[in-house]
């Protein structure tokens, strides 16, 4: 016979392996769902996530058909193997994040690399429009700058400068200690500065002098 606690509702032996399981969150039930099969679950995650995971892949990828291809196998694989949550301490977007980025770092090493040469000059600007026509060359260089970095380094920008990222945060995503992050940041940062020499101060990286 099993026993009871005092209340008298609950059997002891279910009510002492509660207490000792991490209190789940909302989303680690709904991820739990989904691996039971909930369909309904996963849309729920899907429409949650998609805009930040479809933002890291645009970003590493530099255009909206490879983003759109990266984020919908990065759906696809959360439907197939959803992470187990269950301890509490993981968190399904650092999940996912990761998942991302290997998926952009693999296609971006099948590609060949793209320099700042490649950029195409931009026409003659219309009157008044010089001021745009300037800002959206800043804008391409900056891009095919970040675009020129190696993967790693691309990866750890965009995680911390793009995505808003703790350095903590990022470095748990690509599996490195801080130091690790924080020499790729570097590192990217040097390249940047030399890439865009006078254009540098109007790409605002953090801790920069």
């Not at 099993?2 to 991820?31: C, F, H, K, N, Y």
């Not at 193997?81 to 996912?96: E, I, K, V, Y």
């Not at 800002?135 to 750890?156: M, N």
Request: aromatic share 4%; hydrophobic share 45%.
């Amino acid at each position: 016979m099993i026993a009871l606690t005092d209340t008298g509702d609950v059997p002891a032996a279910v009510a002492a392996g509660t207490a000792s399981r991490p209190r789940q969150t909302g989303e680690a039930m709904s991820v739990a769902r989904l691996a039971a099969g909930d369909i309904k679950a996963f849309e729920a995650l899907a429409r949650a996530h998609y805009d930040r995971v479809h933002a890291l892949a645009w970003r590493m990828l530099g255009n909206a058909t490879d983003a759109e291809d990266a984020a919908q196998e990065v759906l696809l694989r959360l439907w197939r193997n959803p992470p187990d949550l269950s301890d509490g301490r993981a968190q399904l977007s650092t999940w996912l994040y990761r998942v991302a980025s290997n998926l952009c770092i693999d296609r971006l090493r099948r590609r060949a690399p793209v320099g700042l040469d490649e950029i195409p000059e931009p026409v003659d600007p219309a009157p008044g429009q010089e001021e745009i026509t300037d800002g959206l060359r800043l804008s391409e260089r900056v891009d095919a700058a970040i675009g020129a970095l190696p993967e790693r380094q691309r990866l750890a920008l965009v995680l911390t400068h793009f995505e808003g990222l703790r350095n903590t945060e990022a470095a748990e995503i690509m599996d490195i200690t801080v130091d690790a992050l924080e020499s790729l940041l570097s590192r990217a940062r040097r390249a940047l500065r030399h890439a865009l020499a006078d254009d540098w101060r109007a790409f605002r990286g953090d801790d920069v002098t």
